[in-house]
């Protein structure tokens, strides 16, 4: 089956671009940004799901209290260079540097059109490699990178201006991950997933830190790292077993706050923030995450688009279906004396057991 990709060359086997060697191959986007006073959040991403045929892209902006959601789905036609589903499209600028994002009129009530500029050269997180007894569930790499961005974005007629004093991080993940429906059978276990994921940037420097941990607490996947502002390879430094020390807000699964030991390089404190009119949280469903309907993969035939809202005060927050989200965070970088305030988000999923910090059971809240 040959596509335009094949006049590319990108070729990684023997097989035309189209074919891949796994139901569950993803090939993904993903990119936010946040105001200097949090009053508005947006979030973009646009997927490909080659074994499944399918692309699909959201946009989401958080703004006067209210998370509009725009989610589209079409065939992929085998097109792995596909960079566009309905009017929503992407266009790299400058590769592994600038993005640009469009979202043309639709049959919703938001348009845009933002560029994304890089800060540093990407970062390479570890490999994802993950089974579920003998069940492989994920084995997937992602490159992550801050930057600032420009443009506008339209809702409802309102038009927001951005500069470059709206900062953001984009990543790109491609791999196996869970996509389209659910399997059938049971996994040999109960679910287990506990996720932290915390990009920040300061004035002088970006950081870095993640971490996946089992039942017990400990990290089967952590990295930390820190990344001078520059545009060519270079410049990071990688922290070596990063101690992680999350606290969560009584009754919930969400957290109030995260310290990071990083030895010689000093410590992250983080802190969730309000914002955008509500709590500060952005609800990652409206990207299709975990979401019933709009699922990552999930087919929508040839052509279909879809449009919600998210009232951010009245929000079921403990709601199973919504503990996936980024909370905006302050951020302190106390090294050598010296304290260093910027901002982020910390992005969490935590389903199941952490014994190291107190969770139990599938979704019970943290009770101290």
Known sequence: MLTAGDDYPIHQTPEPVALVTDRNFYDRFFWNGTSPDGSLFFAAALGVYPALDVIDGAFCVCVDGVQHNARFSARLNGERMAM??????????????????????????????????????????????????????????????????????????????????????????????????????PAPMPPQFWWLWTPTQFDHTSLFLHSNDDGEGRPWNRRAVLFAEAGSRGGDVDVEAPALIPTYAPGTRRIAGVSADLGEHGRLTLTPLSGMGGRGHFYMSGLGYTHPLWGHGHDHGTYEEGHDRIDLNSIADNDPAQMHIQALAEAVLEVGGQRHVGRGVIEQMFIGPHAASGLTGLFDPFVG
């Open 84 to 185: 566009a589903v309905g009017p929503l499209s992407v266009e790299i600028l400058a590769p592994l540097n600038s993005v640009r994002i469009r979202l043309a009129p639709n049959d919703g009530a938001m348009t845009a059109e933002l560029t994304f500029t890089g800060r540093h050269f990407p970062i390479e997180e570890p490999r994802f490699t993950r089974r579920v007894g003998t069940r492989l569930f994920m084995d997937y790499t992602r490159m992550t990178q801050n930057g600032r961005w420009s443009g506008w974005i339209d809702v409802g007629g309102n038009r927001h201006m951005i500069d470059a004093a709206t900062i953001g991080t984009r990543d790109r993940s491609w791999g196996i991950r869970p996509v389209g429906k659910a399997d059938s059978q």
